[in-house]
Nanobody, 121 residues
Framework: QLQASGGGSVQPGGSLRLSCVVS????????FSWYRQVPGKGPEWVSG????????RYSDAVKGRFTISKDFAKSTVILQMTALEPEDTARYFC????????????????WGQGTQVTVSS
């Protein structure tokens, strides 16, 4: 299971920290990503990292503002979001890949319900 939390409503320029608690699998064996989706559009890849937490990658839209990491003690994938913009408004959900090294071309095999992020003044 992947359970995301930490979303909310913030003003532009604000920050949020999303958490994705992973259970039922060996956390350190798989790559993970965060995606986001707005109504009427397909999922947009945001960020991902390898099984050991290395190799973080970001979409151009969030590079320099978001940071992804793994907390192995808590089996949690974290997305620290800063300098939030109205365009970041979406439902964010985490996904697991069936591989160790991140490859966004590979389809994920598990995902959570997500958490809503709203950025507005």
């Amino acid at each position: 299971q992947l359970q995301a939390s930490g979303g909310g409503s913030v003003q532009p320029g604000g920050s949020l920290r999303l958490s994705c608690v992973v259970s039922g699998i060996t956390f350190g064996r798989y790559a993970f990503s965060w995606y986001r989706q707005v109504p009427g559009k397909g999922p947009e890849w945001v960020s991902g990292l390898n099984d050991d937490g290395s190799g973080p990658r970001y979409s151009d839209a969030v590079k320099g503002r978001f940071t992804i990491s793994k907390d192995f003690a808590k089996s949690t994938v974290i997305l620290q979001m800063t300098a939030l913009e109205p365009e970041d408004t979406a439902r964010y959900f985490c996904v697991k890949y069936p591989v160790r090294i991140l490859d966004v071309k590979i389809h994920y095999d598990a995902w959570g319900q997500g958490t809503q992020v709203t950025v507005s003044s």
